[in-house]
């Protein structure tokens, strides 16, 4: 299936694709104009703790839904959904390892499971190519993102801590500041970055030793750019050694029938 | 002590002076420009379920900071206060049943206990008056706010659920568009109104049948304009029978130390 048969497609046809495992890959440029979501699951006795973490972490982690405790539909973001087949894959951390990679949870599911969705910078891919300012990663196959554990820690809540993951950008110099602008205008897609310039300021000393993702190139006249990433949820997850955290597989988001421009606001503390 | 004395005063110190009893009354054109917040304190096995609450319905409850279980002071919106001493009364429901009114909680503190706190329109106070069309309690001691239990359903969590409660102010036609114009700008402050003209329409039967508060008049070339109010959390926990729930006494607010002007976005769903 070509990513051109998805890009203008509803939000639910794209989750059926991924269900029925037609589409198999990222979700960039899939759906454009819906929110598209980072997926955290937690037990039940972790989910005000977690809660509070993304309350208190509105760049990585803005809230998007939460589940009610057993029900993998989020209410408000896509009710007809499933959160245990509608993502391409998911990644089982327990104690603070990787423990699995799995296509589907429906083997691994309890009642005690809560699923959160929180914000992604792919929602923006339509509004990026809108206004002619795309991000490397929508021109160029080649281009992958670069995601770094920053020196920057999160604000911790309950058994939650550890750094903010960051997600490179290298961008043209005339572009650096209406990229600001408008990634500003979208908290609950990480808002503005975090960071512009040196890289070792945010303790990232190497740009070729990625922590995931992949190196991307700084070509003459670009400045590299870092935003909040909703990766963090695995460096905290594996910095924390928290118990059990299930989130999606890098890339493959899950695609909310929640519209970008119906949501442009945020959390605000 | 005279309300003049602490309109233009800190957030601290007006915390200051109701936590040494030397201001007692509402809080309203008090430390004018700050968030004013409504308390609720719930058991923490309730936390998350009343944080989703919040979460679900952000017009009557946006979340303004949410504190560590068992820890009085919010972090970010007021780090060095106590909520124990800070507000100038509180009310405890249990079991739905208001069963003590107290001017401290230091006697009633358990380290399960979990703070939150919303906005509140008094956070507007300040604007209000400076845009030059200030709400009627703001130009008359006589005017009092009055408090329905509406018609229209708060969105559920686990425990929690029952009626909005709305604020009614009656306002001049010419003045109907620009408040809901200047209210939408500020979410956390229960944003833009729920309801506008004839009351019967969310189901407030008769204006004289206040809930809470005191019946306002209103007056010819006034329309009636119904906003979303934080009271909410009480008619919950009564027609929920939430097993313990702690509010601030209406009126009394909890000031805090964030700047209206800082933060007017909110919650987005």
Redesign the interface.
């Known amino acids: 299936m070509e990513r051109s048969e998805l890009e203008f497609a509803t939000s639910e046809a794209v989750r059926l694709a991924i269900r029925e495992k037609r589409w198999r890959g990222v979700t960039k440029r899939l759906a454009l104009g819906y929110h598209q979501a980072n997926v955290t699951i937690v037990p039940?006795d972790l989910?005000?703790d977690f809660?509070?973490f993304c309350?208190?972490n509105p760049k990585p982690l803005?809230?998007?839904?939460?589940c009610?405790p057993g029900n993998p539909s989020p209410?408000?973001?896509a009710p007809n959904a499933d959160l245990r087949t509608d993502v391409g894959g998911y990644v089982i951390l327990r104690n603070g390892e990787v423990v699995e990679t799995v296509s589907s949870l429906e083997n691994h599911w309890r009642d005690d499971h809560v699923a959160f969705l929180t914000g992604c910078n792919l929602s923006l891919d339509r509004i990026m190519l809108e206004s002619r300012i795309p991000l490397p990663h929508l021109i160029s196959d080649k281009a992958f993102p670069a995601q770094f554990r920053s020196s920057i820690s999160c604000?911790p809540?309950?058994p939650f801590h550890g750094p903010l993951v960051v997600s490179l950008r290298p961008v043209a110099e005339e572009l650096v500041v209406p990229l600001v602008e408008l990634t500003s205008r979208f908290?609950?897609s990480h808002g503005g970055p975090v960071h512009i310039g040196d890289p070792r300021k945010i303790g990232v000393d190497d740009l070729q030793q990625v922590h995931w993702g992949r190196p991307n190139e700084i070509l003459p006249g670009q400045i590299p750019m870092f935003w909040a990433c909703g990766i963090t949820v695995q460096a905290v997850a594996l910095a924390a050694k928290i118990p059990e955290i299930i989130v999606h597989a890098p890339g493959n988001m899950f695609v909310t029938d929640?519209l970008v421009r119906e949501?442009?606001?945020?959390?605000?503390?």
């Open positions: 039940k989910a005000f809660m509070r309350f208190n803005p809230l998007l839904d939460i009610e209410p408000r973001a604000v809540a309950g908290p609950l929640l949501l442009s606001t945020a959390p605000a503390v």
